[in-house]
């Protein structure tokens, strides 16, 4: 066998062109990721959040609200959700993050719990100030393995145009 036929053609994963982003479509982001505990205690400790509601399950255990578990790191819940969403629509064609704004977490996540996440685009405009780019607006949504909304944020990106589309 001599491999892949030089000539064939060939599809390199990136993200979303600004033109490509249409508004009010919604960008579901799959497979999901099942959060453990590892997870949560490297997340934690990496980013010295010493909550003990996250490291402490001998102090958890004696808490309310939470039938005694350690909850998941709120932070690793959000970056796992923009982290879903990278391959699908950023990867390449993001020049920055501008902000966050509206982040909310309405329900907890435990260990073995599974975060989906799906990205709807609010918004998009093209940079008056950065000839080839865009601000493209994003929700970004996190779902448990039930359906229930975890968390939910909204993010302003600056994105490249696609530089093969005439201007």
């Given at each position: 066998?001599?491999?892949?036929?030089?000539?064939?053609?060939?599809?390199?994963?990136?993200?979303?062109?600004?033109?490509?982003?249409?508004?009010?479509?919604?960008?579901?982001?799959?497979?999901?990721?099942?959060?453990?505990?590892?997870?949560?205690?490297?997340?934690?400790?990496?980013?010295?959040?010493?909550?003990?509601?996250?490291?402490?399950a001998?102090?958890?255990?004696?808490?309310?609200?939470?039938?005694?578990?350690?909850?998941?790191?709120?932070?690793?819940?959000?970056?796992?959700?923009?982290?879903?969403?990278?391959?699908?629509l950023t990867?390449?064609?993001?020049?920055?993050?501008?902000?966050?704004?509206?982040?909310?977490?309405?329900?907890?996540?435990?260990?073995?719990?599974?975060?989906?996440?799906?990205?709807?685009?609010?918004?998009?405009?093209?940079?008056?100030?950065?000839?080839?780019?865009?601000?493209?607006?994003?929700?970004?949504?996190?779902?448990?393995?039930?359906?229930?909304?975890?968390?939910?944020?909204?993010?302003?990106?600056?994105?490249?145009?696609?530089?093969?589309?005439?201007?």
């Amino acid at each position: 066998m001599t491999g892949p036929d030089p000539a064939a053609p060939r599809i390199t994963q990136r993200g979303l062109w600004f033109e490509e982003f249409t508004v009010g479509t919604v960008y579901e982001h799959r497979p999901g990721r099942t959060l453990t505990e590892a997870d949560n205690v490297l997340f934690t400790t990496l980013t010295m959040n010493t909550q003990a509601l996250h490291l402490d399950a001998h102090w958890a255990a004696g808490q309310p609200g939470f039938d005694g578990q350690r909850l998941i790191n709120s932070m690793l819940t959000l970056s796992t959700i923009v982290g879903l969403s990278v391959a699908q629509l950023t990867q390449g064609t993001l020049v920055a993050n501008l902000g966050f704004t509206e982040t909310a977490f309405p329900a907890p996540m435990f260990a073995g719990d599974t975060l989906y996440a799906e990205t709807e685009c609010t918004g998009k405009r093209v940079s008056k100030s950065r000839p080839g780019e865009g601000v493209v607006n994003l929700t970004h949504i996190g779902r448990n393995q039930h359906g229930t909304v975890v968390a939910r944020t909204s993010r302003a990106t600056l994105v490249r145009l696609d530089p093969d589309r005439p201007t």
